[in-house]
């Protein structure tokens, strides 16, 4: 039996995570649970599963968890200090759920305790990729990707690197692909977080609606698979079904098709390199009928471009970058800025900052606090 650990079980990696876990429950053992601040659904998940350690973020609700598990033999932490400790315990492998830079730290903690690592937060690797990889290497340890893109190259390229000429990440290109760039004015959040395919939380959907997100899984990519970026190609795919392909030098594409499922990849690294039958709807081609690519439109994903160009240049102006994004995000769904006030105030903020090369975990983290604490005020 497997020892799994999920660090951000309530979210949505967290609990499809543990959905699978339903699915094969004489293969599994669920042995820490982390959540940020949902105490009820974090005391549910334990009653159901009886992980030994638990921990809770916000220090605020530790009582509401206390209470929720009278009976509960297991060790209870909370705070920014007890995820971190959760995350150095010993498991087979730990399921990173965590979303934005809050989850950098507990994943350089779980790869120090030597844990196999499946990874959703594509924060990290965009702020911090240097070190973490760098960490990977030194440490030995499977480091396997869940961002159902970066799992499609992973096993697009099982048959080996030979010839690799490029990557090509596919975008569900969110619900404004075809606007033209004036409609963006009138854009709400409401309309923005009509994704046409995936179920994801708010902040992630307005994310896609932008293609911020596949900037994001660009540098992901560059560190994941050692890659440059001209050699990182991105392309609109509506559907939703091939999830992303690998192009070879003699002309020849792999490609990973599927349902729009985030339970599939995650299966992927859990029961690497083997695969297992689940309950999953099998991708019926004669129902879907055709397949459509388009390019994007830098007019229409500005922040996909900029990513580029931040992905490039390195050092802490991906943490910024991210930093400012996550920020203006949340103004923008609070309706405290407009749709294309999230691209004008990054590029702003990207093009101010003063960039420090290879930097440290403190200067990354230093870097991205000053970022959100300056954009605050707006």
């Known amino acids: 039996m497997k020892a799994i650990g999920i660090l951000g079980s309530t979210g949505s990696i967290g609990t499809q995570s543990l959905d699978i876990m339903g699915w094969f429950p004489d293969d599994y053992e669920v042995k820490v649970l982390t959540a940020h601040k949902n105490a009820a659904l974090l005391a549910e998940q334990t009653k159901k599963f009886h992980p030994t350690v638990i921990a809770l973020g916000d220090e605020t609700r530790y009582n509401e968890l206390k209470a929720a598990l009278p009976g509960y033999e297991g060790e209870i932490l909370c705070g920014e200090e007890g995820v971190l400790a959760a995350a150095a315990v ?9 979303s934005g830079m809050a989850g950098l730290a507990p994943l350089l903690k779980t790869i120090e305790a030597g844990n196999d690592v499946a990874f959703a937060n594509k924060e990290s690797l965009v702020t911090a990729g240097h070190l973490v990889m760098d960490l990977v290497r030194r440490r030995g340890i499977a480091f396997l990707p869940v961002d159902s893109e970066h799992s499609a190259v992973f096993q697009c390229l099982q048959g080996g690197r030979s010839g690799l000429k490029k990557l ?20 709400t959040p409401e309309m923005a977080l009509k994704h046409p ?42 559907q939703s079904v ?23 990849p995650i299966q992927y690294a859990l029961t690497y390199p083997e695969r297992k039958a689940n309950p999953v709807e099998e991708l019926d081609f004669a129902a879907l ?23 490039r240049a390195g050092g802490t102006l991906p943490a910024v970058m991210n930093a400012a994004n996550e920020t203006l995000v949340y103004k923008f769904l609070e309706k405290r800025i407009s749709y294309k006030d999230i691209y004008r ?10 960039n420090i090369p290879s930097p440290s975990l403190a200067e990354i983290l230093n870097a991205a606090e000053e970022t959100k604490a300056r954009l605050a005020k707006i």
């Open 90 to 98: 010993g498991v087979d492998m730990m399921i990173h759920g965590i």
């Open 168 to 187: 090509v990440l596919t975008a569900s290109g969110g619900p404004f692909f075809h606007c033209a760039p004036e409609e963006l004015n009138n854009v």
């Open 197 to 238: 395919t995936w179920n994801m939380g708010a902040k992630v959907t307005i994310d896609s609606s932008t293609m911020m997100n596949k900037g994001l899984e660009v540098i992901e990519a560059h560190w994941l698979f050692d890659c440059p970026y001209d050699r990182i190609d991105v392309l609109i795919q509506p």
């Open 242 to 264: 091939i999830h992303s392909m690998v192009c070879f030098e003699d002309g020849s594409f792999i490609g990973h098709l599927g349902k729009a499922d985030m339970r599939i």
């Open 289 to 311: 009928g055709k397949i459509d690519f388009y390019a994007p439109r830098r007019e229409i994903f500005p922040l996909m471009a900029l990513a580029y160009d931040v992905g």
């Open 345 to 354: 105030i990054v590029a702003d903020t990207v093009e101010r900052h003063d």
